[in-house]
Every structure is written in C-alpha cells, then in structure tokens.
C-alpha cells in the first residue's frame, strides 16, 4: 500500500516517517510541506541521512491522490477538512491527526475551536481512532479522526470504568505534558528560557482537550463530567495523567475491569505492584497504567509517549486495523 504524509515536517510528520520506513506493507510515496517543498526529508531531519532522503513536495492534492492510497494528514486544526473532503471524494483513505474529524457532535467541534465545520456530511463515514475501544467503528470507517494526546492518556484508563459503574461519574484529570505537545514552531511559552527550571498549568478550565475528553466519555457513561488541568514539563517528550475519582467497588474489582477490557489488547500494560514512569514509555506505543485507592478515593495514573501513541503510533495502529494487519506492525 502507499502512503503520503501530509505537513509531514513536523513532529508527528517526522515521526510517521520513522514508523512507516519500517512497515512491511508500506510504501511512502509523498511527504509534502509548501515550506519545505524541494528539500529532502533528511535535510530538515539529518537523523534519516541515507535512510529516507526522499524530495518534499508542496501540497499538490491532484499529484498526491494519483499515488496513494492512504493519507495521513499532518495540519493544523482547522486545516484539514478541505484536504480530507478532497482525499475521501477521491476514494482514499484518510487518518486526521488534527481535531477536525474528532467529534460527533458539530456544535461542540465549532464551540472548541470556533469555527464551523464545512463536511459534517463526512461524520457519517469517521470513526474515533482508539484501536483499544473502537476497533470495529475503525475497520469500517473511511476517515479516522485521530485522538489528542492527552484525551488518549485520559479515556483509556476511565472509560471500562465509567462504562461498568465502577466509579464515580465526576472525574478530575491533572495532565502534564513535554514541550513537543505544543508542536514545533516556537512560541515564547515554549521558549528554553520560558521552559527550563519551570513547571506550571496553562489553559485552565478553557482547554480545547476538555471537550474531545467529555464526548468520549459520555459514551461510556452519559452523566461523566470531567475537569481537566494540563500543565508544561521541561521535557521534549511524555505525558503523564494523574485522574482522581471516587469508587465503592474493591482495587482487585478495578484492576480485573481494565485488565479483562484490555486482556488481548498489546499496548496497553496494567501496573500493579510499580508506578508508571514516563521514561518508560518515551518512544513507545505502550500507555502504561495503575490504579491506588484509599477509602473511596481512587487515583488512576497513566503515562503515553505524546507523539507516538498521543499521535503518530495510534495512527499507525489505527491503519494496520483499517488493513487488516497485525495492529503492531511497525510498532514494536
């Protein structure tokens, strides 16, 4: 099969490249940036030198359509829906790592990110792309809205939880983040000087992950509210999730929830005896999950690599279902 990338040069660009360099059944065969166009790909990332040196091209869709047969779409919020319109009336299969296909519900979509969704025709053929929840929905869905890093560290741990009653509907996630999270054109909240030896919230109650967390969620359990505090780590890469809730049911009654939800499901690991670390998840599609209660006080911690299973690895997850493969293809 072949791939293009589309707005392949940043970070989650730079790393579907190195996933998809790998894969068995797949060709790359256009990476594009109307920055970059005429570049080679290893002359913005010298780590692919002799490895994957192949010339960028601008966002030609004609040229790109008559050359794949999947596209990963790689542009800002926003930007995407022209560019998956044109791919799905061309018969392509589409993998959005922006918002645009994320939510059912099209007023919320337009309320978060104030702007009105020109497709929502396209609803009907996307599905929410967390292969460990909705793996039927994405094998027969034509566009995969794929997750935000955060909900993905959020939804996975809570929503077998919500979905079975076994906690509390009210929920409170504190999420941290490395600096990649906020993409790679610099601004000067991510400026080293601003960075370095600092550690703070941001975006409090007014997040745009907020919203794509709660309409998740409110599948599981339609009463679920959720309030979400992300924070800026002085890292490149990782995210941790500390979730706090309530529950009367046993820590043995949890843990066997997510591990029989999950029991065949390969990248996602359950702590039971350790606390998931982000180092041990950088790099990696795992999330890493564990649960500690006291009383009716349950805190679930969770750890993903931001740009591999908060984006660039669940893509690709997300494709091997859509293809039939084995869903870690390329992944570990």
């Known amino acids: 099969m072949k791939v293009s990338i589309i707005g392949s040069t940043g970070y989650t660009g730079f790393e579907l490249v190195k996933i998809l360099i790998k894969h068995p059944h797949i060709e790359i065969s256009a990476v594009t940036s109307d920055s970059y166009a005429g570049k080679n790909f290893s002359e913005i990332y010298p780590q692919l030198t002799n490895i994957f040196d192949k010339t960028i091209e601008p966002n030609n869709f004609e040229q790109i359509a008559s050359k794949s047969d999947i596209i990963f779409l790689c542009l800002p919020h926003a930007a995407s829906m022209d560019a998956v319109k044109y791919f799905f009336v061309k018969g392509k299969i589409c993998i959005d790592l922006s918002a645009d296909f994320r939510y059912q519900d099209i007023s919320l979509y337009e309320k978060t990110y104030k702007i009105n969704h020109k497709y929502p025709e396209l609803l009907d053929f996307t599905a929410y792309g967390i292969p460990e929840l909705f793996e039927k929905n994405i094998k027969s869905a034509k566009i995969i809205g794929n997750p935000g890093c955060y909900p993905t560290s959020i939804i ?3 929503y077998p939880l919500l979905k079975e009653g076994l906690i509390s509907p009210e929920i409170i996630a504190d999420s941290k983040s490395g600096v990649s999270g906020a993409g790679k054109k610099p601004t000067e909240k991510t400026h080293f000087c601003e960075v370095n030896e600092d550690f703070k919230p941001y975006s409090i109650l007014s997040h745009r992950h907020e919203s794509e967390i709660s309409s998740i969620l409110k599948l599981a359990d339609k009463n679920s509210k959720v309030i979400f505090t992300p924070h800026l780590l ?4 990782g995210i941790e999730s500390t979730i706090y809730t309530k529950s009367d049911k046993s820590l043995e ?7 029989e939800y999950y029991k065949n499901k390969k990248f996602v690991r359950i702590y039971e005896n350790s606390i998931p670390s982000i180092k041990n998840v950088q790099y990696t599609n795992f999330i890493d999950i564990a649960l500690f209660k006291r009383r009716e006080t349950l805190i679930i911690v969770s750890c993903i690599d931001n740009l591999i299973k908060g984006a660039s690895g669940q893509a690709v997850q997300n494709m091997n279902l859509l293809l ?7 992944l570990i």
């Open 156 to 158: 996975i741990p809570t």
């Open 324 to 330: 039939n493969l084995k869903e870690s293809t390329a």
């Open 253 to 259: 009654q949890l843990y066997d929830c997510l591990k």
């Open 234 to 237: 002085p890292i490149n890469r």
